[in-house]
């Protein structure tokens, strides 16, 4: 058999948004491009109207709408439903970005298959929000609806050919909430370019790109979501800036949530010990990790973390709560530390430890580059991608 045809679903466009499954789609076609003819099809978000090629692998806008998930999502699955030139010998949806097309497949007695990428658990990160007592007005709607959409992801599990996650953790997740069969469920891990994220050799020329001398540098990197728990990072940096008083703060990210974040950090005065960076690009991100004593991520709910495997390919020691998939992607105490969920006190302690022991900074990030390069890379998770593929057909 020579190219088959493979159509990609994502609601956000890959080439303008820097997420995680976005990054995934990025990596994984690209090394694909000579075994599949490839098309991603996405919403038409941030400017993205025409369609346009990039390694080999064509890109086309669907409509959708620029405003907030999950307005956006649902224009999106109403465009697949409508659209009549999606045609593919293998389709993979991610997350909630292709149920309109499963269910207009179905109806057409289609048999071809139609694969469903999930990372985290959407039943489970409602779960997770729920439970916790650092919640706004907005983050109580933003899990309303995470709730109704953890239903349409159920559903496409249910009525896909194969599903691929990310980690054990989010197996035994969907097993629990989709009562999935097990044997329907295949699990490729994301994946990190150790060429791209690696260690520099001029610190203190990436620290002068964003301002920074020798003071300590704590770094997140990550969308400013609810399920991020940013507002657990900001109280324990009240702790830590009572020991190490210098320290700085990095945020990358952008999110709903980024002008509650300063408000808070402003109230705690801790103004002078955050830079809110915003998005970077990958360049740029590789920079930021390079400035980084120690990366920091307390998410209270994670299938996996991507932003785990790029701070350790970049030689970074991390800390993170001790949730979901993170202990299979991180080495509790081999290559940074878990704090207990949900405890900022734990995370402070932690974050403070490392400051407090450069040795142990510089041997965790030694064993962190190792298992990460042998571990998580693109290139594996491309080839795990393709026999998954090849499975669905038959080959």
């Given at each position: 058999?020579?190219?088959?045809?493979?159509?990609?679903?994502?609601?956000?466009?890959?080439?303008l948004?820097?997420?995680?499954?976005?990054?995934?789609?990025?990596?994984?076609?690209?090394?694909?491009?000579n075994?599949?003819?490839?098309?991603?099809?996405?919403?038409?978000?941030?400017?993205?109207?025409?369609?346009?090629?990039?390694?080999?692998?064509?890109?086309?806008?669907?409509?959708?709408?620029d405003?907030?998930?999950?307005?956006?999502?649902?224009?999106?699955n109403r465009?697949?439903?409508?659209?009549?030139?999606?045609?593919?010998?293998?389709?993979?949806?991610h997350?909630?970005?292709?149920?309109?097309?499963?269910?207009?497949l179905?109806?057409?007695?289609?048999?071809?298959?139609?694969?469903?990428?999930?990372?985290?658990?959407?039943?489970?990160?409602?779960?997770?929000?729920?439970?916790?007592?650092?919640?706004?007005?907005?983050?109580?709607?933003?899990?309303?609806?995470?709730?109704?959409?953890?239903?349409?992801?159920?559903?496409?599990?249910?009525?896909a050919?194969?599903?691929?996650?990310?980690?054990?953790?989010?197996?035994?997740?969907?097993?629990?909430?989709?009562?999935?069969?097990?044997?329907?469920?295949?699990?490729?891990?994301?994946?990190?370019?150790?060429?791209?994220?690696?260690?520099?050799?001029?610190?203190?020329?990436?620290?002068?790109?964003?301002?920074?001398?020798?003071?300590?540098?704590?770094?997140?990197?990550?969308?400013?979501?609810?399920?991020?728990?940013?507002?657990?990072?900001?109280?324990?940096?009240?702790k830590?800036?009572?020991?190490?008083?210098?320290?700085?703060?990095?945020?990358?990210?952008?999110?709903?949530?980024?002008?509650?974040?300063?408000?808070?950090?402003?109230?705690a005065?801790?103004?002078?010990?955050?830079?809110?960076?915003?998005?970077?690009?990958?360049?740029?991100?590789?920079?930021?990790?390079?400035?980084?004593?120690?990366?920091?991520?307390?998410?209270?709910?994670?299938?996996?973390?991507?932003?785990?495997?790029?701070?350790?390919?970049?030689?970074?020691?991390?800390?993170?709560?001790?949730?979901?998939?993170?202990?299979?992607?991180?080495?509790?105490?081999?290559?940074?530390?878990?704090?207990?969920?949900?405890?900022?006190?734990?995370?402070?302690?932690?974050?403070?430890?490392?400051?407090?022991?450069?040795?142990?900074?510089?041997?965790?990030?030694s064993?962190?580059?190792?298992?990460v390069?042998?571990?998580?890379?693109?290139?594996?998770?491309?080839?795990?991608?393709?026999?998954?593929?090849?499975?669905s057909?038959?080959?």
């Amino acid at each position: 058999m020579g190219k088959f045809r493979l159509a990609v679903l994502n609601t956000q466009p890959p080439l303008l948004y820097f997420g995680g499954v976005e990054k995934r789609i990025i990596e994984t076609t690209k090394r694909l491009s000579n075994q599949a003819d490839i098309t991603v099809y996405s919403g038409t978000k941030s400017g993205f109207k025409q369609p346009v090629s990039k390694n080999k692998v064509n890109f086309v806008p669907c409509y959708s709408t620029d405003r907030l998930f999950p307005l956006d999502n649902w224009f999106f699955n109403r465009s697949l439903t409508k659209a009549r030139d999606i045609e593919a010998d293998v389709y993979e949806a991610h997350a909630v970005s292709g149920y309109g097309l499963l269910r207009k497949l179905k109806k057409q007695g289609s048999k071809k298959p139609f694969i469903h990428v999930i990372h985290g658990v959407l039943a489970d990160e409602y779960e997770q929000a729920s439970k916790s007592s650092i919640q706004s007005i907005r983050g109580k709607a933003a899990n309303y609806f995470m709730h109704r959409l953890a239903k349409l992801e159920e559903e496409t599990a249910k009525n896909a050919t194969l599903v691929v996650t990310i980690s054990n953790y989010s197996l035994e997740k969907i097993k629990e909430h989709y009562g999935l069969d097990p044997s329907k469920v295949r699990i490729v891990p994301n994946g990190v370019d150790p060429e791209k994220f690696k260690p520099q050799a001029d610190l203190a020329a990436a620290r002068l790109k964003f301002g920074l001398g020798d003071e300590p540098c704590v770094l997140f990197v990550g969308s400013l979501i609810p399920r991020k728990g940013l507002p657990f990072l900001v109280k324990a940096a009240e702790k830590v800036i009572k020991v190490h008083k210098e320290t700085k703060f990095l945020i990358v990210g952008e999110g709903p949530l980024r002008g509650q974040l300063q408000n808070a950090v402003d109230s705690a005065c801790l103004s002078n010990n955050f830079k809110f960076l915003g998005a970077l690009s990958d360049e740029m991100l590789a920079v930021a990790y390079n400035c980084a004593d120690i990366f920091v991520l307390p998410s209270i709910q994670e299938g996996q973390g991507i932003v785990l495997l790029e701070a350790q390919a970049s030689a970074v020691p991390v800390v993170a709560f001790n949730i979901g998939g993170v202990n299979e992607a991180v080495r509790d105490r081999e290559t940074g530390l878990l704090a207990a969920p949900g405890n900022p006190d734990d995370l402070a302690g932690a974050v403070s430890r490392l400051l407090t022991d450069k040795g142990l900074r510089e041997r965790m990030g030694s064993n962190a580059r190792k298992f990460v390069a042998e571990n998580f890379t693109w290139d594996l998770c491309a080839q795990r991608m393709l026999g998954v593929y090849n499975e669905s057909l038959g080959i």
